[in-house]
C-alpha cells in the first residue's frame, strides 16, 4: 500500500494538533481526517491507521485502543503526552501497533507509519503473487504451481514478509522484528534455520537467494 491511498484517522481533542497532522499528512500522499471524540471514533468509516490520543473528553483512550483493535485489522499508534512505561504497556497489551510520546518530530512520525503499513496484513492483497509462487494471506496457504507447500506459521511469515515486495531486499532485523516481535532478543541464527526450511519446501536453494551484508530477497522457484 503506497501512501497515497492510506487512510489516516486522527483521534485527537486539540484542534491545532489535529489540524496540524492533517495538513501535513495530506501533503505527505495520505488521505487524514480527524475526529475529536471516542464517539466519532467509534462512527468513522474504515481507515487503514489511527493517531490515537488517549486523552479524549468522552471517554478512556485505552478502552477506546480495545474496541477499535477488536472491530478492525486498522494500524493503532498511539500519540500522548503520557510517557510513562505503565501506560505503554496499557496500550501495547490494549492492541496499539505503536506509542509516540508528544513532543515528536513529523518526520518520525511519517517513518512510524510506514513502518506499521509494512507490518500489517492491511498492506497487500489477499494473494502475492511471484513467477510460479501463489501466497494466499487470508487462508494462509501457499502454492509453488499446482503444487500446495505446507509451511509452518512462522515459515509462512518469512515467505509474506518476502513476497510483500519481492525484489526488495529485506534486512535481517527487519523480518526478525516482523514475524516475531520488536523485542525478540534471540539468537539470530534462527532465522537461518527457517530460511534453510523454505528453501528446501520450495525445492529450490534459489527460491530465496541471500544478499552478503544485507538480508533476503525473494527469488523465482522453478
Known amino acids: 500500500m503506497t501512501s497515497a491511498s492510506a487512510r489516516v484517522l486522527i483521534v485527537e481533542d486539540d484542534s491545532g494538533i489535529a489540524d496540524s497532522l492533517v495538513r501535513g499528512l495530506t501533503r505527505a500522499g495520505y488521505a487524514a481526517r480527524t475526529v475529536s471524540t471516542a464517539e466519532e471514533a467509534r462512527a468513522a468509516d474504515p481507515h487503514d491507521v489511527v493517531l490515537l490520543d488517549l486523552g479524549l473528553p468522552d471517554g478512556d483512550g485505552i478502552e477506546l485502543c480495545t474496541e477499535l483493535r477488536s472491530r478492525s485489522d486498522a494500524a493503532i499508534l498511539v500519540i500522548t503526552a503520557r510517557g510513562e512505561e505503565p501506560d505503554r504497556v496499557a496500550a501495547l497489551d490494549a492492541g496499539a501497533d505503536d506509542y509516540i510520546v508528544k513532543p ?10 510506514r513502518a506499521v503499513l509494512r507490518r500489517s496484513r492491511i498492506t497487500g492483497p489477499d494473494a ?33 514478509c518476502l513476497a510483500t ?32 526450511a523454505l528453501r528446501r519446501k520450495l525445492g529450490d536453494p534459489s527460491a530465496i537467494l541471500t544478499v552478503y551484508a544485507r538480508g533476503f530477497r525473494l527469488g523465482d522457484p522453478r
Open 128 to 160: 502475492l503473487t511471484h513467477g510460479r509462487l501463489r501466497i494466499d494471506t487470508r487462508t494462509r496457504q501457499v502454492h509453488c504451481g499446482d503444487q500446495e507447500i505446507a509451511l509452518t506459521p512462522t515459515e509462512f511469515d518469512i515467505l509474506e
Open 104 to 113: 515528536f518530530g513529523f518526520a518520525e512520525l511519517t517513518a512510524r507509519i
Open 165 to 196: 515486495d519481492p525484489g526488495r531486499v529485506v534486512a535481517r532485523q527487519e523480518i526478525i522484528e516482523r514475524v516475531w516481535n520488536t523485542q525478540w532478543y534471540g539468537p539470530t541464527r534462527v532465522l537461518d534455520v527457517h530460511i534453510a
